[in-house]
């Protein structure tokens, strides 16, 4: 595609994993790539232009990524001429985006830490005047980190970032519980590390290949009545579908007040 791709925040993580993404997927050559850094320029990607003035990268590039702190973003004072804007930072609103950057074509979306091995989920909602050009280009840009839905309202943009923004935090929670439970069964850790890992690898491959849900997964180990189901229900007992809710619904609170503030 050689688009020329200006990413603000490219010397962060997931500013450079949208990077790499992009040019593994030859969506953009390193030529065509501006990055902006704040104190230290990375020895990485030495074809980029790589520079400490966003504005100079906004003018040197056709699709500008905004990947800052969404705290830091009302001090980054960039014109974006009508290009193409696409912020990957929670709960800033595209009316805001088109504002503050002096465009209308402004696309809000959220890639999640797996964007580093492009296994992210990544929604996205877009302006009034982004058009069916734009729309390639993003799915482009987005489909090279995993996963892309186009969806309906900012309000479940809010609730995806607390969903799938999230990323595999959420996994590596239950992973560290079921760590701990086994260190303290007397396995070596190394050994509870390499189990669980593993564990959840398999059960994310098995879901991306099966064409039945979660649910009917679940079913099954139920119906059999042997060790799994005893857990399942334990779990469930506990409480363990409230305390998920309740966890999304602090991130989904989160992700509006964010968007509030800023």
């Not at 797996?114 to 390639?136: F, H, N, Q």
């Not at 929670?173 to 398999?202: C, F, K, Q, W, Y």
């Amino acid at each position: 595609m050689g688009l020329r791709i200006g990413v603000i925040g490219g010397a962060g993580w997931l500013g450079g994993a949208i990077t790499e993404a992009v040019l593994a997927a030859g969506v953009a050559r390193p030529e065509g790539l501006s990055l902006s850094y704040r104190s230290r320029r990375p020895d990485r990607l030495p074809g980029a232009f790589w520079t400490t003035d966003n504005q100079a990268l906004a003018d040197r590039s056709d699709v500008v990524v905004l990947s800052v702190r969404p705290d830091d973003w009302q001090d980054l004072e960039v014109d974006a001429g009508g290009k193409l804007v696409i912020s990957v930072m929670a709960g800033i609103r595209l009316d805001a985006l088109c504002r503050h950057h002096r465009t209308t074509r402004a696309v809000r979306t959220l890639p999640n830490a797996a964007a580093e091995v492009r296994k992210s989920y990544t929604p996205w909602i877009a302006s009034a005047a982004v058009g069916d050009a734009d729309r390639a280009v993003i799915r482009a840009v987005l489909d090279a980190c995993g996963d892309q839905d186009e969806v309906r309202s900012e309000a479940e943009i809010d609730y995806l970032t607390g969903l799938t923004g999230s990323g595999p935090a959420f996994p590596a929670l239950l992973a560290e519980a079921m760590m701990a439970d086994a260190v303290a069964h007397g396995l070596d850790r190394r050994v509870a590390r390499r189990a669980v890992s593993t564990l959840l690898i398999g059960a994310g491959r098995l879901l991306e290949r099966r064409d039945d849900c979660p649910a009917d997964m679940v079913r099954t180990f139920l119906d059999y009545r042997g060790t799994t189901a005893a857990g399942i229900e334990a779990m469930r007992a506990a409480g363990f579908a409230a305390s998920v809710s309740a966890g999304l619904a602090a991130a989904h609170k989160r992700s509006i007040e964010m968007g509030e503030t800023s």
